[in-house]
Structure formats: C-alpha cells, structure tokens
C-alpha cells in the first residue's frame, strides 16, 4: 500500500476556501487541484563486513557527508538500514562510521552506491559495498564525458573487468560469495595499508579523505585495464599527491602488497575454502594487515616478507585465534629476565619466553634459618 502525503499547499487553499464560503458573501478562493508525494522506502545492508552503527544517507548535495536535512538510517547489528524520501532523482547513498562487526574495528571509510529514485517506486534496495563504491567513482567520471551514461553501465564494466559473468554481483553482499569476496579483500586490504602512507592522523575525517582518494585512484585504474591489476594500481598511486604531499611508497611495500593479494586470490579459489569461512578468512587476513601496518609505522618494511611467507602457511579458512584458557602462565621478561605470572597464555607480552617460577616448599619455609659458623 502506497503511504501518501497530502500537499501542504492543498491543504491551505482548501481551507481558505471553506471559511470563505463559511462568510457570507465573501469572494471564496478556489482550491488548487489535490496533488500527493509518496513516500519511498530506501534500505539494504551496509557491508565490508557487516557494519553495525553507521550512518546511511541519501547524499543529495554530493558533499560525502550526512547533512542534518538529508534522510538517513543508523544501521542495527546485521548492517540493515532502512529510512524514508519523498525525494525522486539519481543520487549517492553513502555510509560512514561504525564498527565492523567482523573484525570488531571501527570503520573509517565511506561507502556509496548510486541509486535511482521514480515516482512509481515504493521501494528500493542498495547493498552498499568496496564494489558499489568503486562503480559509483567510475559513473562520475565517465558521465562527465558521455551525459547518458548510466550507473547499471558502470557496474557492467566493473563488472567485466573484475572478471564477473553478471553485472548483479557488483551489488552482491561479499560475505555471500566467495568470488566477489575475494576482490573485495584484495581492495580493502590494500587501501588499509597504503593509507599509511597518505596520512598518519588519527582523526576519522582524514582518514575518510584519504580512503576516498585511494578508492578513486583505484577506480581509475581498473577503468583503464583490462582487469583488477592491484600491483599496477598501487604503481599509478606513487606517481601522485595527496593533500599537496607527494605519495612515497616503498619499494617493500608494493612487492609485499602484490604478493599478499596474489596469495588471498590463491587461497580463496580454493575448494576447501566455504561462504561459512568468510568471516574468519576476514579476521585472519585483517590480523596480517595489522602486522604489517605496525612494520610500516615502525619503518621497518624489509621484514614485510616474513609475513607474506606465514601468510603462506597458513591456511586462512582456519580460525588461528588463539583460545585463552583461564590457566596461570609464567613468562620471564626479556630485559629483566624476573619471571612473571599471568591469568592466561593470551595475556603474556610478545618477546616473553616461558620459564619455571622459583618457590619454596612448605618444609622448606618451617626450617630455622641456618647460622653461618664463624
């Protein structure tokens, strides 16, 4: 059932026209003819993995952010939003903030999807996803050139480009399905890592600028390929600025990030590899991510290979989280070699190596102190 609004203006030119013929003699207003403005429903889900908390707004001024009188949505804990327009057009629909439920992180990006609002729609869905976001920069750019080109024509060419046999899995949910997974993580896990070297500021905002930039320049380079070439697209992303700074990436780092989405491709073609295991081949990919962000702080980008070459024993389809068991463990600390104890193996610092407390046996401790003889 279609949910209506009766025009304001009909509403006053009607009543101006009752009291008139309520006055006796008066002149009356004729009442403007009845118009209404239905209502649409927006909704879908939020997903890098599923985003719990975050704003989705219909981005009417294209700002890439959501302004007090634009419609919006805070997501529940599967990602699903859901608001009401009256406003027809093509518009952005954009997601910031929250936390990924998968990983337990903060989101700092921002996602987009294009969307397509008439008068005979009741409803519309968007999935909002990396992939939606990087067909969204895509139809800014070409539009620009070609006024008729569409949003469903730049989802069909990434759609092509990633390799993709329909253009319905650019807007498909990542955690449904291994292939558009699969790309997802290569993208996302590469711009959490050269992010680093675009900005060192906390401050979420910055963070979203230079996530923005890193998924258009990403963009522009799947547009110009045949295909998602990660090690060229992190190539054409040195030859450029951010904020007026040039992008330094090391050489380290772009042989490490190459090698790292080559290996995610290889182990999530795999047989053994399931849509049970999404979430966990996330969390597993997401903890190397960290490793290797810390080395990249630390400027200490030579030992990026000896994560690489764990990531390559290791089977990612495995939940490798350790399980902290209430257990008393003892560690010796590396400098000053004083053994320690704590409440379980997960609480014991990296560097700390195991050791045998020194006690003293009840027997030991009732014995008279022993008096040196002179």
């Known amino acids: 059932m279609k949910r209506t609004l009766l025009n304001i203006a009909t509403l006053t030119a009607l009543t101006i026209s009752l009291a008139g013929c309520g006055g006796g003699g008066g002149g009356s207003t004729p009442a403007s003819s ?14 890098d993995g ?54 337990n992180k903060s ?14 729609d009741e409803t519309v869905t968007s999935t909002i996803t990396p992939l939606t976001t990087i067909a969204h920069e895509i139809y800014q750019d070409k539009k620009i050139s070609n006024p ?3 949003p469903t024509d730049a989802k069909n060419t990434l759609a092509q480009k990633l390799g993709f046999d329909s253009v319905s899995m650019i807007s498909k949910d990542p955690m449904t399905d291994k292939d558009v997974f699969n790309k997802t993580q290569q993208i996302i896990q590469t711009i959490e890592l050269i992010t680093l070297n675009l900005t060192d500021s906390n401050q979420t905002q910055d963070k979203q600028k230079a996530f923005l930039y890193l998924i258009d ?36 780092t772009k042989t490490y990030v190459n090698d790292f989405v080559k290996e995610i491709d290889s182990q999530m073609k795999s047989s053994t590899t399931t849509i049970a295991s999404l979430s966990t081949i996330q969390n597993n990919l997401q903890s190397f991510t960290d490793d290797a962000k810390e080395k990249i702080v ?6 990026l ?22 257990v008393i463990t003892y560690a010796k600390n590396p400098t ?19 050791c045998v407390p020194v006690t003293i046996s009840p027997i030991d401790s009732l014995r008279p102190p022993q008096i040196p003889i002179l």
């Open 107 to 120: 989101f700092n990006g921002i996602l987009k999807d294009t969307i397509i609002i008439t008068n005979d």
């Open 34 to 47: 009845s118009s209404t403005v239905t209502l649409k429903t927006i909704s879908g889900t939020a997903v």
């Open 298 to 303: 630390q400027n200490n980008t030579s030992s």
């Open 336 to 354: 000053t070699k004083e053994c320690q104890s704590f409440g379980t193996p997960c609480d014991v610092p990296t560097g700390w190596t195991s």
């Open 148 to 150: 008729n080109y569409t």
């Open 50 to 103: 599923y985003i719990s908390g975050a704003t989705v707004c219909l981005d009417i001024n294209s700002n890439d952010s959501c302004d007090n009188n634009e419609p919006k949505a805070i997501t529940n804990s599967n990602g699903v939003y859901t608001f009401d327009t009256n406003t027809t057009g093509t518009y952005p629909i954009i997601v910031t903030g929250g936390v990924d439920t998968t990983t």
């Open 305 to 326: 290979v000896t994560i690489v070459n764990q990531l390559k024993s290791t089977t990612i389809t495995t939940d490798n989280t350790p399980v902290c068991t209430q």
């Open 217 to 252: 320049s990403i963009s522009t380079t799947i547009n110009q390929s045949s295909e998602l070439n990660i090690s060229k697209a992190v190539n054409d992303i040195s030859t450029k600025s951010f904020e007026g700074k040039a992008i330094v990436i090391d050489t380290n």
